[in-house]
């Protein structure tokens, strides 16, 4: 009968000792890192090791990098109800006299970059105002004398 050892075999010993210098590193980064910037850390701290084997210590140990959310857009108009504005003047805009009712209006224009002049425009009460309706047909005339 062949007698079994309790010690742990070479390739064992190795594991645990690059998964205590990677506990260590993992620590010195608040606990986010993942496998690519602890590959760098144990590299400097002069340990051969692969990227493979990294990666597999880690989710084998209970061990995984903070990944960033994926981007999303920031945009102004995430609820139609959250801003909504009191209606002082009971929709009723003409108060015979200047500066009595100031109202908000949203306006998109579309200028023509060489001749900057307005080719499209669009008005509405909120961001979810209608695309630019074209307002010229023709293109404008440039005024000088030809």
């Given at each position: ?19 205590a ?60 109800h ?9 929709r ?18 579309v ?36």
């Open positions: 009968m062949a007698s079994k050892t309790t010690e742990p075999g070479v390739r064992a010993r190795r594991r645990a000792e690059l998964l210098q990677l506990v260590v590193s993992r620590r010195a980064s608040d606990e986010v890192s993942g496998a690519p910037r602890i590959l760098a850390d144990l590299r400097d701290a002069g340990v051969q090791v692969s990227r493979k084997t990294v990666s597999k210590l880690m989710p084998h140990n209970g061990i995984r990098g903070i990944s960033p959310r994926p981007w999303q857009p920031v945009t102004t108009a995430q609820d139609v959250v801003h909504t504005i009191l209606d002082r003047v009971g009723r805009f003409d108060q015979s006299g200047l500066n009595m009712v100031w109202t908000w209006l949203y306006l998109c224009a200028r023509d970059g060489h001749s900057r002049r307005v080719i499209g425009y669009a008005a509405g009460m909120g961001l979810t105002s209608l695309p630019p309706r074209r307002h010229r047909t023709q293109p404008a005339e440039s005024g000088r004398g030809r």
